[in-house]
């Protein structure tokens, strides 16, 4: 569709800041159609404008529902039919809510600036529900599907909905300061595990972290201060994208051995009471013939087979989440014994933040996948890091 005629583009955004600028109308080619960029059938529609000055042309995406009725409106008027049947609005002022820029912030700062009745726009993409002794999670935040960071901080969250996991585009997750044991599952379910890039779960009451936390495969930057972890999960090296991590002020005593296949920006593990080197320890010596379920979960980890519920049973399926890295990189999850040996932090980071009692240094919790392995230390401890990943 295409016509000629004299038109004037106005910036609505002046008027808005309350400037004016003067303008003439002058002749103008519209034009409704689609991009070339895109598919003549599917593609999006564009109304584009071009003049003397700008013969290329100005595109402004238009929506196809809106600009469908407005089209045959002009249509009907054109051909002078008769206009008592159509359903036209008046013309009106424009209110305040058709005018003001949509609503992408929202700071909630104590209780008593909670939205009771209001309820939250649509359009949010940033909401900070600080300080507001929250014990659940309200349920019209759920249905934000535009929210990119959502912060909780200082409320009396012990758990999450599961719900949470299905916001598409949540990017940013700030928990500190709740009464939080655990990481909720929703972290690492659904939508989350892809779209989540930095989790904030400082200042909880944490005490053990799934192995299933290594599904966020996305995530840049992890703050687990002031908590009480104990231990790391043994598969926490996988999670490739982190490149912010603390840890500081909990009780962790070693690292597990994936821990040097990070390679991070920042490292906080001041406030941990390290335990010292030891000497190999035995675990699984008793068993002579390896168990089914053992040689079935190495088959699998060895040849990084994919793997769900649908094609494995589901308790190997849980038993696989605790693989382990034997130091001639082969994986176990029964390892035959195991030691703990010194690394240099600075070969996971290139900033570390440390104190007196930490240091460079921290204890790696390294494993033996069998007798062979075991031997081999024996022969020569300094062997230890020879082999890796």
Wanted: aromatic content about 6%; some cysteine; proline content about 4%.
């Amino acid at each position: 569709m295409r016509l000629t005629c004299n038109a004037e583009v106005v910036n609505r955004q002046l008027s808005a800041q309350g400037m004016r600028k003067k303008s003439q109308p002058i002749r103008t080619f519209l034009s409704i159609g689609r991009s070339k960029s895109t598919d003549s059938k599917t593609g999006a529609i564009f109304l584009m404008v071009c003049t003397a000055k700008d013969r290329v042309g100005t595109k402004y995406k238009a929506d196809q529902v809106a600009l469908k009725h407005f089209l045959s409106i002009v249509k009907l008027g054109h051909q002078n039919r008769d206009m008592d049947k159509v359903k036209l609005s008046i013309l009106a002022p424009a209110t305040s809510s058709q005018v003001e820029p949509l609503k992408v912030r929202l700071n909630i700062t104590d209780r008593q600036n909670y939205p009771l009745a209001n309820g939250f726009p649509r359009t949010l993409e940033t909401l900070r529900v600080c300080n507001c002794m929250l014990k659940k999670v309200d349920s019209r935040i759920l249905m934000l599907k535009q929210l990119r960071s959502l912060d909780f901080s200082n409320n009396r969250f012990q758990t999450l909905p599961e719900q949470l996991s299905q916001i598409p585009t949540l990017a940013e997750l700030k928990l500190t300061g709740n009464f939080l044991l655990e990481v909720p599952k929703c972290i690492w379910n659904g939508k989350l595990q892809h779209s989540l890039k930095m989790l904030d779960l400082s200042d909880n009451k944490l005490q053990y972290i799934s192995p299933d936390i290594t599904k966020m495969s996305s995530l840049v930057r992890l703050n687990l201060n002031s908590n009480e972890i104990e231990k790391l999960p043994s598969n926490f090296g996988r999670l490739s994208a982190l490149k912010f991590f603390s840890a500081a002020r909990n009780k962790l005593r070693n690292l597990p051995a994936t821990f040097g296949d990070l390679r991070m920006e920042e490292l906080d593990l001041s406030g941990n009471e390290f335990e010292k080197d030891s000497d190999i320890k035995l675990l699984n010596q008793d068993y002579i013939v390896m168990p089914l379920t053992e040689l079935a979960a190495r088959i699998v980890a060895k040849f990084r087979l994919p793997h769900d519920p649908s094609t494995l049973p589901a308790y190997l399926c849980k038993y696989l989440m605790r693989t382990k890295t034997c130091v001639c990189s082969r994986e176990c999850i029964l390892p035959y014994a195991t030691a703990l040996r010194s690394i240099d932090l600075r070969q996971t980071a290139h900033v570390i933040t440390r104190t007196e009692n930490t240091g460079v240094t921290a204890p790696l919790q390294t494993f033996l996948c069998s007798t062979r392995c075991y031997k081999n230390i024996l022969g020569n401890s300094k062997c230890l890091w020879k082999c890796k990943r």
